[in-house]
């Protein structure tokens, strides 16, 4: 069983590699043994990040790349650069998230064109992804995809919580749009676990509870209290799971959604 967690020398495209968890996935993926993609829309920090998780583990194993995943043309040239760059694309982790310029005005006043904006590149940028990396994985007749969920994707905001909340400084909410697209994103995971299984490709979702990255005492306090650990997560504590189901440990997983959420869903 301790072989079955290693990713030895299996490429791994990882979207959002240089946000919150995209950096701290990045490392454990490498620390198991793969070769990771880095992607980000800044290519300046997913060079960064990739420089830090391959000088981490000693070896080059990680490389920075820009791409806008709602850009099918860019996907593609992303696909043949990582392939010439590092090999054949087992693993896919579609963890790119977008916010808008409005992302947190009221649902009753929230434009059209940041609902568009958001769910271009929550939904409409996994779906191409899996597009472009998941066909030749269907082909190959192997291969591993792992969505990032939400926790607001499967149960409501509790909106007591955001009163007085702040996030480095400014008011914060969950909107309807993130919760829509990360919702879909789930619909999409079980509907490609069940269209590629018969060709060996695994499709999951990891589900992120709250993470601490800068919300002030008040928010932090208020989702404590919901949480029955009493706290929120810490950015490395979605890592273990992503890394389980890139694995040959999870070899008969497929169409599950791993909510890692301190146990705020038993409630």
């Given amino acids: 069983m301790e072989n079955s967690f290693h990713l030895q020398g299996r490429v791994a495209v990882l979207t959002g590699g240089a ?62 650069r990582v392939v010439a760059d590092l090999g054949p694309v087992e693993i896919l982790i579609n963890n790119a998230a977008s916010k808008s310029p409005n992302f947190f005005e009221p649902f009753e006043t929230f434009p059209v064109e940041d609902w568009d904006m958001v769910m271009d590149v929550n939904l409409k940028g996994v779906m191409l992804a899996c597009q472009v990396f998941g066909a030749p994985m269907a082909a190959r007749g192997s291969g591993c995809i792992i969505n990032t969920l939400s926790i607001y994707g499967i149960v409501a905001p509790d909106q007591r919580i955001y009163e007085g909340s702040l996030y480095e400084g400014h008011a914060i909410n969950t909107p309807a749009v993130y919760s829509a697209s990360k919702a879909a994103v789930w619909g999409l995971t079980k509907y490609l676990a069940a269209y590629w299984g018969h060709k060996g490709v695994r499709v999951n979702a990891v589900t992120p509870g709250g993470v601490f990255s800068g919300q002030n005492e008040t928010f932090v306090q208020r989702y404590s209290q919901r949480v029955p650990l009493g706290r929120m997560a810490q950015r490395d504590e979605m890592s273990g799971a992503v890394v389980f189901l890139a694995s040959d440990a999870a070899s008969y997983m497929t169409g599950q959604n791993l909510v890692v959420d301190g146990g705020l869903t038993v409630w």
């Fill in 19 to 80: 946000g919150i968890l995209g950096a701290r996935m990045a490392h454990a993926l490498v620390a198991h043994g793969a070769h990771v993609a880095v992607v980000d829309c800044d290519i300046e920090r997913a060079i960064a990040v990739a420089g830090e998780v391959s000088q981490t583990a000693g070896r080059d194993l990680a490389k920075g790349y820009a791409c806008d995943i709602t850009s099918r043309g860019q996907l593609e040239d992303l696909y043949a």
